[in-house]
């Protein structure tokens, strides 16, 4: 059941991406605000097609926690979920995304469009320095940068890799952070479209004001979001 489930819903996913593409697609002529709506569809029939045919429900907690105008939201990443819910959730939200992804059709399109930013995960301090760069641009309209302080998914039950990019970009754009707990890899765990069922919480904490010093502020979200997401993971 589970390996059907997998196929029904991949097929979903990609039809869903391609049909939304074609029909979204004079939207690439607007300004980022316009093309984004293509972008929350796309992520509000993926969410649809969890429920209908994984048997997954998704709920998020803490939404009124996050402040208006630009912030940073330090997310947990144990899912591809994780970069799918926030477009149904926030107002205007912005991924760090891998370069290459933006050359692909359709999600590629629409992802530069909405406003996403480009990074070479092999450039280290260069690439970091481009995304301040990018991002202080990004936020002179009010949106939420979302980051993944640990780099990539990792498995439910690992223990934090934390990296110090987050402290930089927390620094230099002296913006409120949000840290963002979740359970997700419980239903959407590792590569692929193994989903099983159950509900993927999504947790907003109280924001961390600007003005940390670096070992404070890794230390704060590190703690808030494991301990967020491990109560998370008991609960559900």
Sequence with gaps: ???????????????????????????????????????????????????????????????ERVPPGSILVAAKHQSTLDTILPFAALPDPCFALKAELLRLPFYGWFAARAGMIPIDRGGHSTALRALVRQAKVRMVDPAQLVIFPEGTRQPVGAPPA?????????????????????????????????????????????????????????AEIESRIEAASERLLVEN
Excluded: D
């Design 1 to 63: 059941m589970l390996r059907l489930r997998a196929f029904l819903f991949a097929a979903w996913f990609v039809g869903a991406l391609v049909a939304l593409g074609l029909l979204c697609l004079p939207l690439l002529l607007f300004p980022h605000r316009v093309a984004r709506v293509a972008v929350r569809l796309w992520s509000r029939s993926i969410l649809f097609g969890l429920r209908l045919i994984c048997g997954v429900r998704c709920e998020v907690r803490g939404i």
């Design 162 to 218: 934390y990296k110090p990019g987050v402290a930089g970009l927390y620094r230099e754009l002296e913006l409120p952070c949000v840290p963002m707990a979740t359970n997700s890899g419980q239903v959407w765990g590792g590569k692929g479209f193994k989903v099983r069922p159950g509900l993927a919480v999504f947790e907003f904490l109280p924001p961390i004001a600007p003005g940390l010093k670096r070992a404070v502020f890794m």
